[in-house]
């Protein structure tokens, strides 16, 4: 940690130390504010969004919800109960909650999704698209039962200023989507309900915001949620004080925390979408009320969301690499609709850039921005393959676009964000590969956070990825769930390109620690429908080699003696292997054949696996042709 981070976690404990002496916590009540000039559009009854949005309000209506892809039924929503486990988390003093221990706080991802109160925007979104009290009504009484139970700063929902952020996001949504009803003057009316709960939730994020070695996405949720809120309710002494210190975070963290080709820093695509959420809310509340940011924060939210189209598959399958946990900054759309197709309408509408455009994201797009068209040129996909080198992503792509396209996603770069690189894996010089659309090999995904350790540990390591290690040890070393010790480091030395694919030729120093060290240098050749990859562990002494490929649980695999066909939707993929090597298929192992198609769900796949003893320097070629039915 540098020094100004020692000093700020010191300044914390002292707060936290005075605050939970404290007593009194009475908050002032608010101004008059200015006119917030958001309107309602009409949204076409046989939009497929609105009906979607409406059964899902209904599903929330009886009970049932679906929080990271958990399913569970409760009559009455209990605001500090984990679905998963029934544990029931302690109110006290939220600060002093250790939310890192699963023993005492379950799973608290499930708890904490629960009171980012997505669900309540949907339901709101519901009875201003029909009408109909009783939405309205299930917000009121869920708002009130919130309010009642979670006082400030007591219960675990006053522990994440990020937790907070993302809450008080949909509270602006909620008061927008509710006038005219009798749970809008009881919440937000001159004597609402919830301003107390609106006040302290900027105070403590203004208060205790991510600093140093964790000042990562969790930054720019804080602060566009302390921005939009301020810009929007501007009815408290230090509101003013809130929007700037936001605004002026924003604007330094858009550029801290994103490469100059547009890219997260994070190294995990999940939060370059996360934080390209927040970025774009608060750009365009910030228009909204009068209060926009540079050309230059423009220009990089626009970066953000094209390399988004030059990074998917010819059936808008996005990358996934690094963690990800399905965080939305606020939710106007269906919860199984796209994740991208509202952020590419909203950048044609907002930022006049000519990305995808389709009838989906259509609401949510002029939910956010009413009555504002698009008169965006016609989408013009990129041709061929296409590398950022300095977020070290490579996409080696034949036939982009069209029914036999193979696209292949190699990671070469950075490990992760800071010192601690949070959100990063042990994935380097790892690829995945789709055919025809269909993913094919595939990263493993993440599965979970503090909640399994186990799991936390075999998802981000180099095991659980397609690439090779070296005397059983990892690329990087892990110092927790979120902390890496050491990292390897990526160096390209050549990435050509062809009009039939690419060329990617890199190493990692992952292995120079080990006491007698080696590198590991992967050369990876698209030509049509072919690959080639070779790998080459340069150094000395006895090795044991381990190479590995991770297929998607669709996918059937038939390995016969030394060559693999993996069968899919639309052909099969055929692996000729190397015959030095020992290889098997592990499905459902003790360190292989897992996969995470989502937050809290884990499935069995195919791993297949060759070792090699044998002396430094060793080299493996592996070739692979892709044949549609």
């Given at each position: 940690?540098?020094?100004?981070?020692?000093?700020a976690?010191?300044?914390?404990?002292?707060?936290?130390?005075?605050?939970?002496?404290?007593?009194?916590?009475?908050?002032?009540?608010?101004?008059?504010?200015?006119?917030?000039?958001?309107?309602?559009?009409?949204?076409?009854?046989?939009?497929?969004?609105?009906?979607?949005?409406?059964?899902?309000?209904?599903?929330y209506?009886?009970?049932?919800?679906?929080?990271?892809n958990?399913?569970?039924?409760?009559?009455?929503?209990?605001?500090?109960?984990?679905?998963?486990?029934?544990l029931?988390?302690?109110?006290?003093?939220?600060?002093?909650?250790?939310?890192?221990?699963?023993?005492?706080?379950?799973?608290?991802?499930?708890?904490?999704?629960?009171?980012?109160?997505?669900?309540?925007?949907?339901?709101?979104?519901?009875?201003?698209?029909?009408?109909?009290?009783?939405?309205?009504?299930?917000?009121?009484?869920?708002?009130?039962?919130?309010?009642?139970?979670?006082?400030?700063?007591?219960?675990?929902?006053?522990t994440?200023?990020?937790?907070?952020?993302?809450?008080?996001i949909?509270?602006?949504?909620?008061?927008?989507?509710?006038r005219?009803?009798?749970?809008?003057?009881?919440?937000?009316?001159?004597?609402?309900?919830?301003?107390?709960?609106?006040?302290?939730?900027?105070?403590?994020?203004?208060?205790?915001?991510?600093?140093?070695?964790?000042?990562?996405?969790?930054?720019?949720?804080?602060?566009?949620?302390?921005?939009?809120?301020s810009?929007?309710?501007?009815?408290?002494?230090?509101?003013?004080?809130?929007?700037?210190?936001?605004?002026?975070?924003?604007?330094?963290?858009?550029?801290?925390?994103?490469?100059?080709?547009?890219?997260?820093?994070?190294?995990?695509?999940?939060?370059?979408?996360?934080s390209?959420?927040?970025?774009?809310?608060?750009?365009?509340?910030?228009?909204r009320?009068?209060r926009?940011?540079?050309?230059?924060?423009?220009?990089?939210?626009?970066?953000?969301?094209?390399?988004i189209?030059?990074?998917?598959?010819?059936?808008?399958?996005?990358?996934?690499?690094?963690?990800?946990?399905?965080?939305?900054?606020?939710?106007?759309?269906?919860?199984?609709?796209?994740?991208v197709?509202?952020?590419?309408?909203l950048?044609?509408?907002?930022?006049?850039?000519?990305?995808?455009?389709?009838?989906?994201?259509?609401?949510?797009?002029?939910?956010?921005?009413?009555?504002?068209?698009d008169?965006?040129?016609?989408?013009?996909?990129?041709?061929?393959?296409?590398?950022?080198s300095?977020?070290?992503?490579?996409?080696?792509?034949?036939?982009?676009?069209?029914?036999?396209?193979?696209?292949?996603?190699?990671?070469?770069?950075?490990?992760?964000?800071?010192?601690i690189?949070a959100?990063?894996?042990a994935?380097?010089?790892?690829?995945?590969?789709?055919?025809?659309?269909?993913?094919?090999?595939?990263?493993?995904?993440?599965?979970?956070y503090?909640?399994?350790?186990?799991?936390?540990?075999?998802?981000?390591?180099?095991?659980?990825?397609?690439?090779?290690?070296?005397?059983?040890?990892?690329?990087?070393?892990?110092?927790?769930?979120?902390?890496?010790?050491?990292?390897?480091?990526?160096?390209?030395?050549?990435?050509?390109?062809?009009?039939?694919?690419?060329?990617?030729?890199?190493?990692?120093?992952?292995?120079?620690?080990?006491?007698?060290?080696?590198?590991?240098?992967?050369?990876?050749?698209?030509?049509?429908?072919?690959?080639?990859?070779?790998?080459?562990?340069?150094?000395?002494?006895?090795?044991?080699?381990?190479?590995?490929?991770?297929?998607?649980?669709?996918i059937?695999?038939?390995?016969?003696?030394k060559?693999?066909?993996?069968s899919?939707?639309?052909?099969?993929?055929?692996?000729?292997?190397?015959?030095?090597?020992?290889?098997?298929?592990?499905?459902?192992?003790?360190?292989?054949?897992?996969?995470?198609?989502?937050?809290?769900?884990?499935?069995?796949?195919?791993?297949?696996?060759?070792?090699?003893h044998?002396?430094?320097?060793?080299?493996?070629?592996?070739?692979?042709?892709?044949?549609?039915?």
């Open positions: 940690m540098s020094l100004d981070e020692v000093q976690r010191i300044l914390h404990a002292i707060r936290k130390r005075v605050w939970r002496r404290r007593r009194s916590w009475v908050a002032p009540y608010p101004e008059a504010g200015v006119t917030d000039p958001w309107v309602m559009p009409d949204i076409h009854p046989d939009n497929v969004e609105r009906i979607a949005v409406i059964a899902e309000a209904e599903r209506l009886e009970g049932r919800y679906t929080f990271l958990l399913s569970f039924h409760e009559e009455k929503i209990d605001w500090h109960t984990d679905p998963q486990t029934g029931s988390l302690p109110v006290t003093f939220g600060l002093d909650l250790d939310f890192k221990d699963p023993s005492r706080v379950g799973n608290l991802k499930n708890v904490w999704e629960k009171n980012r109160h997505h669900h309540l925007t949907i339901l709101s979104l519901a009875y201003a698209l029909t009408r109909e009290e009783r939405y309205a009504d299930e917000v009121g009484d869920q708002l009130n039962d919130w309010i009642n139970k979670n006082s400030f700063p007591n219960g675990v929902n006053w994440s200023s990020l937790e907070i952020a993302i809450r008080l949909s509270w602006v949504w909620t008061e927008r989507l509710l005219g009803t009798k749970a809008h003057e009881e919440l937000f009316g001159t004597e609402g309900l919830l301003w107390s709960s609106i006040y302290w939730s900027q105070w403590m994020i203004a208060s205790h915001y991510s600093h140093g070695s964790s000042a990562n996405n969790h930054l720019i949720g804080e602060m566009a949620g302390l921005y939009i809120a810009v929007k309710w501007p009815v408290f002494n230090e509101s003013d004080k809130w929007r700037k210190l936001a605004q002026g975070i924003l604007a330094k963290e858009v550029t801290e925390q994103t490469f100059e080709s547009g890219l997260n820093k994070e190294q995990a695509f999940a939060y370059h979408i996360f390209l959420e927040f970025l774009l809310l608060a750009g365009i509340e910030g228009e009320f009068g926009a940011f540079s050309d230059d924060y423009l220009k990089i939210v626009s970066k953000s969301i094209k390399v189209a030059d990074l998917s598959t010819c059936s808008s399958g996005i990358p996934e690499y690094g963690d990800a946990d399905e965080g939305m900054a606020l939710q106007l759309r269906p919860l199984d609709s796209s994740r197709s509202w952020i590419y309408r950048g044609r509408k907002w930022l006049s850039g000519a990305f995808p455009s389709g009838e989906e994201g259509s609401m949510t797009s002029d939910l956010l921005l009413p009555g504002v068209k008169d965006t040129d016609m989408f013009k996909p990129l041709a061929g393959s296409v590398g950022f300095d977020a070290g992503l490579y996409a080696l792509v034949s036939n982009r676009g069209k029914p036999d396209e193979i696209f292949l996603l190699a990671d070469a770069g950075p490990h992760g964000y800071l010192s690189a959100h990063g894996h994935d380097a010089l790892s690829f995945t590969l789709s055919a025809g659309g269909v993913p094919v090999i595939v990263d493993p995904g993440t599965y979970a503090h909640y399994a350790p186990r799991w936390r540990s075999y998802f981000r390591s180099a095991l659980a990825h397609n690439t090779v290690t070296v005397d059983g040890e990892d690329q990087s070393e892990s110092g927790g769930p979120f902390l890496w010790k050491s990292k390897a480091n990526c160096v390209v030395h050549d990435f050509s390109k062809s009009e039939s694919g690419a060329t990617l030729q890199a190493e990692h120093d992952g292995y120079t620690r080990l006491e007698s060290p080696v590198a590991h240098r992967r050369s990876i050749t698209l030509d049509g429908q072919r690959v080639k990859i070779t790998d080459e562990i340069v150094g000395e002494g006895e090795r044991l080699v381990e190479w590995r490929l991770h297929f998607h649980p669709d059937k695999t038939d390995l016969m003696g060559s693999l066909v993996a899919f939707s639309k052909g099969e993929l055929e692996i000729s292997l190397d015959e030095r090597f020992e290889w098997k298929v592990v499905r459902g192992g003790e360190t292989a054949g897992w996969y995470s198609p989502g937050f809290n769900l884990k499935a069995h796949c195919d791993t297949l696996i060759g070792t090699l044998g002396v430094a320097p060793v080299k493996v070629v592996t070739s692979m042709v892709v044949v549609f039915d």
